[in-house]
Protein backbone atom coordinates (compact mmCIF):
# COMPACT_ATOMS: atom_id res chain seq x y z
CA UNK A 1 0.00 0.00 0.00
CA UNK A 2 0.87 3.71 -0.17
CA UNK A 3 2.94 4.53 2.25
CA UNK A 4 4.09 8.46 2.77
CA UNK A 5 6.55 9.33 6.09
CA UNK A 6 7.59 12.69 6.65
CA UNK A 7 10.27 13.15 9.65
CA UNK A 8 13.07 16.41 10.09
CA UNK A 9 10.31 18.77 11.76
CA UNK A 10 11.42 20.41 14.35
CA UNK A 11 11.70 23.81 16.72
CA UNK A 12 14.07 26.55 15.18
CA UNK A 13 14.33 29.94 15.79
CA UNK A 14 13.24 32.50 13.16
CA UNK A 15 16.16 32.88 10.58
CA UNK A 16 17.17 29.38 10.69
CA UNK A 17 16.71 26.44 8.23
CA UNK A 18 15.41 22.64 8.57
CA UNK A 19 14.93 20.09 6.02
CA UNK A 20 12.00 17.96 5.35
CA UNK A 21 12.55 14.53 3.93
CA UNK A 22 9.29 12.48 2.56
CA UNK A 23 10.00 8.65 2.24
CA UNK A 24 7.87 6.82 -0.31
CA UNK A 25 6.78 3.32 -0.80
CA UNK A 26 4.52 1.18 -2.20
CA UNK A 27 4.05 2.41 -6.11
CA UNK A 28 6.74 3.60 -8.35
CA UNK A 29 7.89 6.48 -7.28
CA UNK A 30 9.44 8.41 -9.98
CA UNK A 31 5.91 8.09 -11.92
CA UNK A 32 4.53 10.88 -9.63
CA UNK A 33 4.80 13.99 -9.37
CA UNK A 34 5.01 14.96 -5.45
CA UNK A 35 3.65 17.56 -3.40
CA UNK A 36 4.21 19.24 -0.07
CA UNK A 37 1.73 21.51 1.42
CA UNK A 38 1.08 22.33 5.24
CA UNK A 39 -1.53 23.35 7.94
CA UNK A 40 -1.37 26.06 10.51
CA UNK A 41 -3.29 26.01 13.41
CA UNK A 42 -7.11 27.14 12.64
CA UNK A 43 -5.91 27.92 8.78
CA UNK A 44 -6.89 25.69 5.61
CA UNK A 45 -4.06 23.17 4.04
CA UNK A 46 -2.39 25.12 1.76
CA UNK A 47 0.18 24.54 -0.82
CA UNK A 48 3.92 24.65 -0.53
CA UNK A 49 5.61 23.54 -3.47
CA UNK A 50 5.40 20.70 -6.44
CA UNK A 51 7.55 18.57 -8.38
CA UNK A 52 7.57 16.61 -11.16
CA UNK A 53 7.89 13.06 -11.46
CA UNK A 54 11.69 13.41 -12.82
CA UNK A 55 12.22 16.60 -10.77
CA UNK A 56 12.74 19.10 -13.93
CA UNK A 57 9.63 21.11 -13.03
CA UNK A 58 9.20 22.63 -9.67
CA UNK A 59 6.27 25.14 -8.58
CA UNK A 60 6.05 26.91 -5.54
CA UNK A 61 3.22 29.01 -3.47
CA UNK A 62 4.64 32.73 -4.49
CA UNK A 63 4.44 33.50 -1.49
CA UNK A 64 7.60 31.29 -0.40
CA UNK A 65 9.60 31.15 -3.68
CA UNK A 66 13.23 31.91 -2.62
CA UNK A 67 13.27 30.94 0.50
CA UNK A 68 11.68 26.97 0.29
CA UNK A 69 13.34 24.64 -2.19
CA UNK A 70 11.57 20.92 -3.17
CA UNK A 71 14.46 18.45 -4.87
CA UNK A 72 13.53 14.66 -5.41
CA UNK A 73 15.98 11.74 -4.94
CA UNK A 74 13.99 8.72 -7.44
CA UNK A 75 16.79 6.29 -6.54
CA UNK A 76 15.71 6.78 -2.43
CA UNK A 77 12.04 7.23 -3.47
CA UNK A 78 12.53 10.80 -1.46
CA UNK A 79 11.18 14.07 -2.16
CA UNK A 80 12.71 16.88 0.22
CA UNK A 81 11.53 20.48 1.56
CA UNK A 82 14.39 22.85 2.27
CA UNK A 83 13.17 25.24 4.21
CA UNK A 84 15.41 28.63 4.55
CA UNK A 85 15.30 32.09 6.06
CA UNK A 86 12.33 30.80 8.30
CA UNK A 87 9.82 33.10 9.76
CA UNK A 88 6.84 32.61 13.01
CA UNK A 89 4.14 32.00 9.98
CA UNK A 90 6.14 28.98 8.94
CA UNK A 91 4.60 27.51 11.76
CA UNK A 92 2.50 24.51 10.66
CA UNK A 93 2.01 21.01 10.48
CA UNK A 94 4.02 20.26 6.75
CA UNK A 95 2.29 17.28 4.57
CA UNK A 96 3.76 15.38 1.87
CA UNK A 97 1.52 14.30 -0.59
CA UNK A 98 0.81 12.52 -3.96
CA UNK A 99 -1.87 12.22 -6.43
CA UNK A 100 -2.89 8.87 -8.82
CA UNK A 101 -6.18 9.00 -10.41
CA UNK A 102 -8.37 11.49 -8.74
CA UNK A 103 -7.03 9.89 -5.42
CA UNK A 104 -4.68 11.36 -2.86
CA UNK A 105 -2.46 10.28 -0.79
CA UNK A 106 -1.20 11.89 2.35
CA UNK A 107 1.44 11.19 4.91
CA UNK A 108 1.24 11.85 8.77
CA UNK A 109 2.27 14.90 8.77
CA UNK A 110 5.82 16.62 10.26
CA UNK A 111 5.76 19.27 13.33
CA UNK A 112 7.50 22.86 12.38
CA UNK A 113 7.72 25.55 14.39
CA UNK A 114 9.33 28.34 13.96
CA UNK A 115 10.05 30.54 17.39
CA UNK A 116 12.58 32.45 19.51
Known sequence: QVQ?????????????SLRLSCAASGFTFSSYAMYWYRQAPGKERELVAVISNTGGTTNYADSLKGRFTISRDNAKNTVYLQMNSLKPEDTAVY??????????????????????
Open 4 to 16: LVESGGGLVQPGG
Open 95 to 116: YCMTRMSVRPYWGQGTQVTVSS
